[in-house]
């Protein structure tokens, strides 16, 4: 195709869900409770981490940290889906989709980052409780959390920019709720070979290795937790990372469904609704997963609470 005819799109189509007209405001309006309860929940974790000091230690600083992520991902997503959802197809501008595509790489990838630190400070306060509050210190812990997202925000900047310069000259049409790599690359007339082993190659870099690292640490820590003589003292133990674990299957176990399977031929459909669990269900279950089964969350909470009743009957 001669390049001076060809005419680069500046809009896209994403086509989402083909929702049912019987039950689309049923659908917005569980769309809309996902994306109240998980802003709110994981801005309740944040403002009880920064001011409740019994809540200042590495564990909830880095949860924190994870919060955000899960503000800033669910605010990308679900807008836009809540208006797919309405008018069953949406148009955005293309400069739209890269941005939207940006953020939700930003918030992924910082995602398995912090995932994989809480894997490491589990490790380290049940399998090297003496040197714990030696090597993870409140300097530590910011040194990994600003180098985490700088390093996270320049690699993906980066890579959608090489993205951008691609040619895109139709169809504009993306089979998809939201502008994610692959139905991105699949619109694009330009040769797109150079670039997924790039993008392999980051995925095995902030994805993959992390998994195995997280996996590493739990074998180690389920070791230890085994050395441990008495049964209440296991399950106290492992009581504090049942809740990591929980969301690292789900979050990683949909993410290996979406980007690994599908070379075998899985319906992209089912591509589509896998998802949503790490785009739309992990926000919303971080918050509760953590809150429900921690015992510290519980006292705070219920600290602050006595605190308000009080306050009001005076």
């Not at 005419?7 to 109240?36: A, D, E, S, W």
């Not at 399977?261 to 949503?276: A, D, E, F, H, I």
């Amino acid at each position: 195709m001669d390049e001076l005819n060809v005419t680069r799109i500046t809009t896209i189509h994403l086509l989402g869900f083909q929702t049912p007209q019987n039950i689309k405001y049923f659908v917005f309006f569980i769309l809309l409770m996902i994306y109240c309860v998980s802003v709110c929940g994981n801005l309740l974790i944040i403002t009880l981490v920064s001011y409740s000091k019994s809540l200042h230690s590495p564990m909830y600083f880095f949860l924190s940290q994870l919060s955000v992520s899960d503000i800033l991902l669910i605010t990308d997503i679900l807008p836009n889906m809540l208006h797919l959802v309405l008018v069953e197809e949406t148009i955005i501008s293309f400069s739209g989709c890269i941005v939207q595509f940006y953020l939700f790489a930003v918030a992924e990838t910082l995602q398995c980052v912090l995932l994989t630190v809480m894997s490491y400070d589990r490790y380290l306060a049940i399998c090297k409780p003496l040197h714990y509050t030696l090597i993870m210190n409140p300097q530590l812990c910011w040194i990994m959390m600003i180098t985490s997202w700088t390093l996270i925000i320049v690699v993906v900047l980066i890579n959608t920019f090489t993205i951008a310069m691609l040619k895109f000259c139709g169809p504009n049409i993306i089979n998809h709720f939201f502008c994610d790599l692959n139905p991105i690359l699949k619109i694009s007339c330009s040769d797109t070979t150079i670039i997924k082993p790039v993008f392999t190659t980051l995925s095995a870099i902030f994805v993959v290795i992390p998994f195995f690292v997280i996996i590493i640490s739990y074998v180690y820590i389920i070791i230890t937790i085994f050395e441990i003589p008495s049964i209440t003292g296991r399950q106290k133990v492992f009581s504090t990372c049942s809740s990591h674990l929980t969301v690292v299957f789900i979050y990683f176990g949909t993410m290996f469904c979406v980007y690994l399977v599908p070379r075998r031929g899985q319906l992209w459909n089912n591509s589509k609704s896998l998802s949503l669990f790490y785009t739309v269900v992990t926000p919303l279950m971080n918050p509760i997963i953590y809150s429900l089964r921690n015992k510290d969350f519980k006292e705070v909470v219920g600290k602050y609470i006595n605190l308000s009743t009080n306050s009001v009957q005076h």
